[in-house]
């Protein structure tokens, strides 16, 4: 059980690099884009075909971010200059993608049987096979978060912020925001396809479906963070989108464990965001009604 | 400092709409000039100042500001000569971010941001200096979300956000329309101490005419997109309310029938 729950932690982690993007996007910038589930597929076919022919591993991931970044600017060109509706946007975007990704993958799926991963890497180094997934999860999280931190609390990443909270206001303050809303969208999704290269090369295998759904996932693993660290700095808040990754992680395992089919998950995570999202207003509601039956009573 | 040459400006050319907010306006805005612009509902003073702040583009004319032709300047290119208050308590400020983020953002107007800090530490004193002498009580509380103020409080921040970096000018939208009469005299006031603190030149619409008459050295009315009354220096001291309604009907050759504008 001990090694069922920590491999589901190890998954969390890395799922949860790309939950930190979906933040970027859903809550710094207030866009719900769903170029996500192509650029997560993106990231991991470019960082499993260019690991399958024998590149550096760590070089291709860097490179499937690339990847990731021309997504999220393909999506905010089309948002800001095409003014086409931000959901409309990136969804032309990520169906585009789907088309992409089979060209760049030239197969719905790219296996890495004995091919040199970032993961074989540290197998060969000789660290405990059961860890190594964690550990380097660990290392890019902690990476990326310490750099989110740095980075919104720079001018730049101030002024992101405000285009996302009142566009309106910044651009009074000589903000051109469809530059602000672009390099976010670039830098959201450049975090999803480094989590697709991650987990492409953690299973591995690279695979045209792997990112059905990531946004939904994403989006779980935020509010299940928001309900656990409301109201704390944003330090905290980035790490708790970490921790709501690796919560929806065991909450998976466990719901298998208990003979849910893995086909059935979609739908689990599906109904499990749409409560979780109804939460705030059944909170109010419930709140609401107590205070008129005290009135009433009174 | 501002000169605005035959500008006309028309919404939804081609339909049953087309309405012709201003028509040919001449405008000349000297150095110091805190100008009162008062109208009924669609006389085309927002329009007005949305113009000069590159929220809208002229259909014609040209708009120099201090020397600068910036008729076709995009908002954000000409928003670092400018210092805006809105309406809306809410528009002018990020109520998730900080008092003193929303500070230093302004503080950045029309500057290059780059990578150093959003917010600096000496910065932060600075702001506090200032809040202390604003009164609100804000001073304590530099890092509290800006939704947690009230709209009186919103709109002083935003003031002191608009004066924070000297613009050229100041453009005031009915910035008190929204708030409570006492907030709104409080407000009003430090509208008139920021301004002669800083010898801004200054823009400021209201519908409320004693305000137009009581503040600033010259007063414009405008009607169905005209400017029907420039009165300045000794004439505007002197001016009364009775006056403003009789230049009204001499200049228009209509009774004035606008509520809001009569009994506030």
């Not at chain 1, 190594?132 to 931190?149: D, K, Q």
């Not at chain 2, 947690?148 to 000297?166: E, Y």
């Amino acid at each position: 059980m001990f090694w069922i729950i920590q491999s589901a932690i190890s998954l969390g982690i890395l799922w949860g690099i790309m939950s930190l993007g979906v933040y970027i996007t859903f809550r710094v910038l207030n866009f719900a884009d769903l170029t996500v589930d192509g650029s997560f597929t993106l990231g991991g076919a470019i960082s499993a075909v260019m690991a399958a022919r024998g590149v550096n591993p760590l070089l291709a991931v860097i490179i499937a971010m690339i990847g990731g970044m021309a997504a999220g600017l393909c999506t905010g060109l089309l948002h800001t200059k095409l003014r086409i509706p931000g959901l409309l946007a990136s969804i032309l975007t990520q169906i585009a993608l789907y088309s992409i990704n089979l060209r760049v993958m030239g197969s719905p799926n790219v296996p890495l049987l004995r091919v040199t991963t970032i993961f074989t890497w540290l197998e060969e180094a000789g660290f405990p096979t059961r860890w190594i997934s964690f550990f380097i999860g660990l290392i890019f999280m902690c990476a990326v978060i310490a750099l989110m931190y740095w980075f919104f609390g720079t001018e730049i990443g101030s002024a992101i912020r405000a285009t996302g909270d009142n566009a309106h206001m910044i651009r009074a303050l000589g903000v051109h925001t469809d530059t602000t809303m672009i390099l976010g969208l670039v830098m959201g999704n450049a975090l999803v396809a480094l989590a697709g290269g991650l987990v492409a090369q953690q299973q591995g295998y690279g695979d045209i479906g792997m990112g059905t759904g990531a946004i939904v996932i994403g989006l779980a693993a935020i509010i299940i963070g928001e309900v656990l660290f409301s109201k704390k700095n944003f330090l905290f808040r980035l790490a708790g989108v970490v921790f709501g990754s690796i919560i929806y992680r065991i909450v998976i395992t466990l719901v298998l464990r208990f003979g849910l089919k893995s086909t059935d998950l979609k739908l689990f995570t599906a109904v499990l965001v749409a409560l979780a999202l109804y939460l705030p207003v059944l909170r109010s509601e419930l709140y609401q009604h107590r205070q008129r039956r005290r009135r009433s009573n009174a | 400092m501002l000169k605005m040459t035959k500008i006309s400006k028309t919404f939804y050319i081609g339909t049953p709409n087309e309405h012709q907010a201003l028509k040919n306006i001449d405008l000349t805005v000297n150095s110091g000039d805190f100008i009162t612009v008062i109208g009924g509902n669609g006389a085309g003073k927002s329009t007005l100042l949305n113009l000069i702040a590159g929220v809208l583009l002229p259909d014609s004319g040209s708009i120099l500001l201090d020397d600068r032709d910036v008729t076709w300047m995009p908002e954000y290119k000409r928003a670092g000569m400018l210092g805006r208050v809105f309406q809306d308590p809410m528009r002018g400020t990020a109520g998730d971010l900080g008092i003193d983020e929303n500070l230093a953002l302004a503080a950045r107007r029309g500057k290059r941001r780059g990578l150093s800090w959003g917010t600096s530490k000496s910065e932060r004193d600075k702001y506090k200096e200032m809040l202390k002498q604003l009164d609100l009580g804000l001073e304590g509380r530099l890092s509290a979300k800006v939704k947690l103020l009230s709209g009186g409080q919103r709109q002083a921040l935003t003031l002191m956000m608009a004066t924070l970096k000297q613009p050229k000018m100041l453009l005031l939208d009915e910035h008190t329309a929204a708030l409570d009469p006492k907030t709104g005299a409080k407000v009003l006031s430090l509208t008139e101490e920021l301004v002669a603190e800083n010898n801004l030149t200054t823009m400021m619409i209201t519908h409320n005419m004693r305000d137009a008459i009581k503040y600033g050295n010259r007063l414009l009315m405008l009607h169905e997109g005209r400017i029907i009354v420039d009165i300045s220096g000794e004439d505007k001291n002197k001016l009364q309310v009775e006056d403003l309604l009789h230049l009204f009907e001499q200049a228009s050759g209509s009774q004035l029938d606008n509520d809001r504008m009569l009994l506030s």
